[in-house]
């Protein structure tokens, strides 16, 4: 791993931000894979959905439950949502919130909230069930996606996406007083994290394609602390999520080379394998499937 920054910058070595000790899921909904048949129907003929025969959706399910069992098992106690059929992306709530410290901020992705139901469930769950303090985005031109949102133990880094504006960077700002929040322009991908996220502890996983590294240098511009990062040659398998001291990532079978770099650099008895081939067909990843909180002792 390359260190990115001079010897005066402060280090991140706490582990205790991302001490999850609860969580918001969902279950995949038949209307899934009919959607995911209407996009691929309109990219016409050849693409790698098409020849792969695109999204399996009982396989889907069986991935996706590795994920919860996975968090399961590692002593995350999780609030689990019935598939919603009207809301075919269901599964994804990353986007809705974004929690820490007790505070949990309704998002407002491209400035809709199309899942309001959905949200109301988890704005319920995040303030009666998990204690959280809700904290509602009151700019009406505002726009924040939880994807867009890196915490990183010590700072945020918000990127400025076509579901992101910089007055939803500082909607954010706002709601978390305490810590420093940067905007980082995102090109080429739908989120920030999208091409990177934490891997660890002071340990930035990043994509090698140029938006991703055009992130990365922003990030390093602005920030004051010393990131160490894992550069990876996919970018969608710098998507991970570390939790507890557990870190999950790519499996060998979809991201051969960048599996390779986390087998090199992390010790076995640390990380866990998860795979995402059918819900990447829909634009999902790791960290988009949950909403993990710290729950007030």
Sequence with gaps: MENTKSSGSRHIHSNRPFLYTTGIVSR???SLATKEQAATSKKGTGTEE?????????LARRQ????????RK??????????????????????????????ALIARPGGRLEEEAQVDEI????????RQQIYEIEDPNATLDGGDVLFTGEE???????????????ALAKAFPNYPVSSIKVAEHLHLKSMMSMAAPGILAVGSSSAAQSALKQILQKSD????TLTLPDDEAANCVYVKGFLLHCTKQEYPNSYKIFEERFPSDVRIPIPNSELHKVDGCLTCRCILVQKPL
């Design 28 to 30: 995949l909904p038949e």
């Design 50 to 58: 098409e020849e792969d025969g695109g999204l399996n959706l009982e």
């Design 64 to 71: 996706h439950e590795k994920f919860i069992l996975t968090l």
């Design 74 to 103: 590692l002593k995350v106690d999780l609030s689990e949502l019935d598939a919603d059929e009207d809301r075919p992306f269901c599964c994804y709530l990353e986007h809705m919130a974004v929690v820490r410290d007790g505070v």
């Design 123 to 130: 704005r319920r769950i995040l303030r009666d069930d998990l």
């Design 156 to 170: 945020f880094f918000v990127g400025i996406s076509k579901r992101t504006n910089s007055q939803g960077a500082n």
């Design 225 to 228: 602390y010393d990131y160490c």
